[in-house]
């Protein structure tokens, strides 16, 4: 009888005990509200949590506030003009844009943010779909009940009684949950901080790879264990999940990785496509899109020639979301059956840059090749496609009248529409045209130098002692670029050649030296005209005169950016006069001003010109002995 009170009366204290532990956690529950509330009755909480996240126009535009972040911390405060048009049209309304403005107007991130924006999207839809199989699935017994997924469900409805903090503090800290931070910086980094390093870059990412298996492996006695608990906590991500509306996760940006390893990532479809002209402006855009899904865990390539073949195909078997591009290799590899590139056709985002360059008749016949395939796919009218370009709008007085049998000059209208149709964009596509008549930005200043064609180098070596900075001197040939880049040397102005000949290599090494001088000259044909955004190039040099308006207006691009002021300087002599003239009609000039030239250091510069091209005969003529 003793021990019978004994337990009755431990078990009312420990009742009255509960009892007391309920009423103090009601009478907190009741009180947490206040505590975040000032005098006036204002949440203060809810103004620490907004200040983190600043608001501008940004948040006008529907996009993830991960990817606002990750914008914020790359230092864009506000969309530019461009961004604004083609953003809402695309996300909200989930039209094809055609986007044309000035270079350097932030053309990239104006089709990067809607393509991450639908891959969250289309992810989120996913989740959301899988959630019954990953609840299902690998933990029921023969009976057919699942006791795990009680338990867990136990679990989580005594935490909601207790609060939700306890819910979003797992999430924080559960691996499956993380911001995607740690897979961009070892999945996304294929370029990596030496840019010209195209050997190794791969070669990392396969360590980190196998870092990670080797740690799943490492106790076998503890593995059952281990992936009991991985499984629990899997299963209580998706109840958290659950408890989300689509539209909130997709807003909020979470990286969607709460599906078991070996799901759907291996089954994962290549989603985006973007095409470039350039390697280096591939090279380029995959940058940015990086930095601004670096909160995500979506995953970008680089597919281009000049690197190595197989060391792309290891990138592409780690089924990247996004491809970043040339024509000529991503055929190359479609062709030899790449797993990742078979489900091409069916893309969910196709994007074109430099798209006027890309469509003309002559240049890249992979790409008609590529664009066949998508635009015969039964997925074409569910595919989503952009259309970028500096001078999409010009009127094209060059290459594309020899293709013609009578020639004629495109309006604005009839080039816009060949290209529509080229690429297989959808009748009501929105049309973002920010470019004027002149094609080139407003804080652009230019000028031309006339002169004879053997006063060139003396021009150019006057310039470059006259007004020293970053300087991009463009010429025609390649030829042309070997003869400066030798007399320039014997005159101390370290020139940086680049153009098509060159190894990728030495072609990526040249543009990251040039990047790290602010002094530094690069000497370059078309090649890195299309698109490179290489930051604070103070001068644009033309040594000869563009052969087409678009031209003129890619190269004088590469100044002037983000409405920072650029100089451009032509070298006109008079066998280029046709062109100057045909170039000022396109562009709707009646004149370009003409630099001022201090013709007092005329004979001092043209003495030492004469002597450098002296020196550089004597050497060429040695070489042949």
Request: aromatic share 4%; glycine share 6%.
């Amino acid at each position: 009888m003793r021990a019978k009170r004994k337990r009755r009366k431990s078990e009312q204290e420990r009742e009255e005990q509960e009892r007391e532990a309920e009423a103090e956690k009601t009478e907190a529950e009741k009180t947490d509200p206040k505590d975040s509330l000032d005098e006036s009755g204002e949440d203060t909480a809810g103004e620490k949590i907004s200040s983190e996240v600043s608001m501008s126009t940004w948040d006008t535009l529907s996009i993830p506030t991960v990817v606002h972040q990750s914008l914020e911390t790359m230092g864009f405060a506000s969309p530019t003009p461009i961004q604004a048009g083609c953003i809402p049209a695309a996300i909200n309304e989930g039209k094809d844009i055609v986007g044309a403005a000035e270079t350097g107007s932030g053309k990239t991130l104006a089709f990067g943010i809607p393509l991450i924006y639908r891959i969250l999207q289309h992810e989120a839809a996913l989740a959301s779909g899988s959630t019954s199989v990953a609840k299902a699935d690998p933990t029921e017994d023969e009976s057919g009940q699942d006791g795990l997924e009680g338990e867990v469900k136990d679990e989580g409805s005594e935490q909601d009684d207790e609060g939700g903090m306890e819910d979003d503090e797992r999430v924080g800290e559960d691996p499956s949950m993380m911001t995607g931070m740690e897979a961009n910086e070892g999945d996304n980094d294929l370029i990596g901080d030496d840019i010209e390093d195209d050997v190794d870059f791969d070669d990392d990412i396969d360590d980190s790879d196998d870092d990670v298996e080797d740690d799943d492996s490492d106790d076998d006695d503890d593995g059952e264990q281990v992936d009991m608990q991985r499984l629990k906590t899997q299963m209580k991500c998706v109840d958290v999940v659950d408890n989300i509306a689509d539209e909130d996760w997709l807003k909020a940006g979470l990286p969607l990785t709460s599906t078991p390893a070996g799901g759907l990532d291996q089954e994962k479809k290549l989603f985006g496509l973007v095409l470039t002209p350039t390697r280096e402006l591939a090279v380029q855009v995959k940058n940015h899109l990086v930095a601004a899904a670096k909160m995500t865990n979506i995953k970008v390539a680089v597919v281009v020639g000049g690197m190595s073949a197989e060391k792309q195909k290891r990138v592409l078997k780690k089924r990247p979301d996004i491809i970043v591009g040339t024509p000529g290799r991503l055929w190359e590899l479609y062709q030899l059956g790449e797993p990742h590139l078979a489900s091409l056709p069916d893309v969910k985002c196709l994007i074109i840059d430099e798209a006027d360059r890309m469509v003309e008749k002559g240049h890249y016949a992979e790409l008609s090749e590529i664009l066949d395939i998508l635009n015969t796919s039964e997925q074409r009218s569910s595919r989503q496609t952009f259309v970028f370009s500096a001078t999409l709008s010009l009127i094209h007085l060059g290459p594309l009248r020899k293709s013609l049998k009578k020639a004629y000059k495109q309006d604005k209208k009839d080039k816009l529409d060949s290209v529509m149709a080229k690429i297989g964009i959808k009748e009501d596509a929105e049309v973002v045209d920010l470019t004027k008549r002149e094609g080139t930005a407003s804080s652009l200043l230019e000028s031309k130098i006339v002169c004879a064609v053997e006063e060139k180098d003396i021009y150019l070596f006057y310039f470059l002692r006259q007004y020293p900075g970053r300087t991009l001197v463009f010429t025609n040939s390649i030829d042309c670029i070997r003869r400066l880049a030798s007399i320039l040397t014997l005159l101390d102005c370290k020139p940086l050649p680049l153009h098509s000949s060159m190894h990728q290599k030495q072609r990526l090494k040249n543009l990251e030296r040039f990047t790290g001088n602010p002094k530094g000259l690069l000497l370059a044909t078309d090649v890195a005209a299309r698109g490179l955004d290489i930051p604070d190039i103070e001068h644009v040099i033309h040594y000869q005169v563009p052969r087409t308006s678009e031209s003129y207006v890619h190269r004088s691009g590469r100044t002037a950016r983000q409405a920072k002021v650029g100089l451009s300087v032509t070298l006109v002599s008079p066998n280029e006069m046709n062109f100057y003239r045909r170039l000022c009609k396109t562009l709707n000039r009646e004149e370009i001003p003409s630099f001022p030239v201090e013709h007092s250091y005329y004979q001092a510069v043209n003495e030492r010109v004469e002597l450098a091209r002296d020196i550089d005969k004597l050497c060429v003529n040695t070489s042949f002995f």
